[in-house]
């Protein structure tokens, strides 16, 4: 009897290539405060969302081509107890594009906002429902992943602030950092007592540095005070960072996965961060990690576009999961 056909490749099109944008936009993001910060007469932002930006467009026609072709596929990622939780990188990469947009053209930057933020808000109502309500996930199931649909609230304010929507962002930064605090014990709970993470995942540990990166940015858009719980935030996020930095040799042994970007975005937002406190302290101690940060992140992205473009080529992604 002859073997069934595989099924086609857009089939198997993972949610994941998403978080792609994510640390792209976040390396724009990065660039452009940069930039403003020391005043460099380069432009290196600009090229970066225009290339994340044209990155997400062929993402979405793919995912929506696979939506179309494939319901039953993408049905089976939205019942996995950890792809469901990259759908938000969608909602995220909106939301990112917004807060990189508002510098040059605030009126899109609003309407991405805008649709981003709803989208995401549904988005995280879901996913958390499914979590409320399933019967099949088990502590096993558990990893930094997690985390990405109620991180992604915490970015809302990033941009919501300058565009008006001060009490929005409120009630969205309020979700992200109460869902943060409860999903990290969990986390790390899993990690001290279970099994160590697959391989696959281990990159996904980088995630556990953006929460408090990220709602520092946050806080500090929505109160501008360089108060105990902005540096809390801070802090947080640094010690995490620097943790993860005393594992480096263990990430380096692993393969190359379209995991390894999540390595990207957690840098990214750290990078950030650490110039929001440059500018709010004007430590030059700030300022050099900053500069370390960036250029760190930038060499990981350049190496993870060259490394995914690769892996695409010798058709080793958009394939069936071992």
């Not at 992140?297 to 069936?320: D, E, G, M, N």
């Amino acid at each position: 009897m002859s073997e069934p056909l595989p099924a086609p490749r857009l089939s198997h099109f993972p949610i994941t290539f998403f978080a792609m944008v994510m640390g792209l936009t976040g390396l724009a993001i990065a660039w452009h405060k940069t930039q403003a910060t020391f005043g460099l007469p380069v432009d290196v932002a600009t090229p970066t969302l225009a290339l994340s930006g044209a990155l997400f467009a062929v993402l979405m026609v793919l995912y929506l081509a696979k939506l179309l072709r494939h319901p039953q596929a993408v049905r089976a990622e939205l019942n996995h107890p950890i792809h469901i939780n990259f759908f938000p990188t969608i909602s995220i990469g909106l939301i990112l594009l917004a807060i990189a947009t508002l510098p040059h053209w605030p009126g899109v930057a609003r309407v991405l906002w805008i649709g981003g933020s709803a989208l995401h808000l549904f988005l995280t109502l879901y996913i958390m429902g499914v979590w409320m309500h399933q019967d099949h996930f088990e502590i096993h199931h558990m990893n930094p992943s997690w985390f990405i649909p109620v991180m992604g609230n915490a970015l809302v304010p990033i941009a919501g602030v300058p565009l008006g929507f001060v009490e929005v962002s409120w009630f969205f930064f309020s979700v992200g950092m109460l869902f943060w605090v409860m999903l990290f014990a969990i986390i790390l709970y899993r990690v001290l007592f279970h099994h160590p993470l697959p391989e696959r995942l281990m990159p996904t540990l980088f995630i556990l540095v953006a929460p408090p990166a990220v709602g520092f940015i946050a806080y500090m858009q929505l109160t501008g005070a360089l108060d105990p719980t902005a540096r809390l935030l801070f802090y947080s996020g640094l010690f995490l960072t620097l943790l993860l930095a005393t594992q480096a040799g263990r990430f380096l042994r692993i393969p190359f996965y379209l995991s390894w970007w999540a390595y990207s975005f957690p840098l990214a937002a750290m990078t950030v961060a650490t110039l929001v406190m440059y500018e709010k302290t004007r430590l030059v101690a700030f300022a050099a990690l900053a500069w370390v940060l960036l250029a760190l992140v930038s060499l990981l992205v350049i190496y993870l576009l060259v490394r995914t473009a690769r892996a695409v080529a010798a058709q080793r992604i958009c394939v069936p999961a071992h």
